[in-house]
């Protein structure tokens, strides 16, 4: 079987992805939570971990410090609504 051990800082996000960001909307994705985290996910990179996915049939494993933040679901959901399909 084979596995990817996923981080979501620096893989699913990035310094030029913040920074492209304006200030004004990071200010207005504060509210709600959800909200937040989504924006601080690039779907563009999501993409990229699909296509992975699809050419090897890995599984996916979340092993960044955001799993101490969300519940399993709640992970499973985060990454479905930016488009993870794996």
């Known amino acids: 079987m ?8 620096g893989v699913l996000n990035h310094e ?3 920074k492209e960001r304006s200030m ?22 999501v993409g990229l971990l699909n296509t992975l996915i699809e050419n090897t049939s ?11 933040a969300h ?3 709640d992970m499973r959901d985060l990454l479905k609504t930016k488009g993870l399909k794996g």
């Open 16 to 18: 030029l992805f913040f």
């Open 24 to 45: 004004t909307d990071r200010k207005n994705d504060l509210s709600p939570k959800e909200n937040y985290y989504l924006s601080m996910i690039d779907e563009n990179k």
């Open 2 to 9: 084979k596995i990817i051990f996923l981080d979501i800082d």
């Open 71 to 73: 519940s399993l679901n």
């Open 58 to 68: 890995a599984k996916v494993v979340i092993s960044s410090s955001w799993r101490k």
